[in-house]
């Protein structure tokens, strides 16, 4: 059984900056791929960025590409994003999810595990 442990969330001026923290147990992240979704209040659940096994391959949704960056390692079976340029509209509860199948999947049904979600609140 996989479990996956999100931290470093908070609340964050615009424009600043947050690092979130994904631990695993249970799996060798180097076997799966990885991704990060995030849920605002009366919103559907939306993919923010995805990483292959390797960490070689990433894919970032529109809204946070330039901005945000999904890194991985494997020797320590943690996924991280780190969050700069922070707007607003980025406040949301962030979920880490795990696919056991697929290189970069975008989309929400195709990851098999999930976690708990951490906070992200930006406002001045």
């Known amino acids: 059984q996989v479990q996956l442990v999100e931290s470093g969330g908070g609340l964050v001026r615009p424009g600043g900056s947050l690092r979130l923290s994904c631990a695993a147990s249970g799996r060798t992240l180097s076997s799966t791929a990885m991704g990060w979704f995030r849920q605002a209040p009366g919103s559907e659940r939306e993919f923010v960025a995805a990483i292959s096994r390797t960490g070689f391959s990433t894919f970032y949704a529109d809204s946070v590409k330039g901005r945000f960056t999904i890194s991985k390692d494997n020797a320590k079976n943690t996924v991280s994003l780190q969050m700069n340029s922070l707007k607003p509209e980025d406040t949301a509860v962030y979920y880490c999810?795990?696919?056991?199948?697929?290189?970069?999947?975008?989309?929400?049904?195709?990851?098999?595990?999930w976690g708990q979600g951490t906070q992200v609140t930006v406002s001045s």
């Open positions: 999810a795990a696919a056991d199948r697929g290189l970069i999947p975008t989309i929400d049904s195709r990851y098999d595990y």
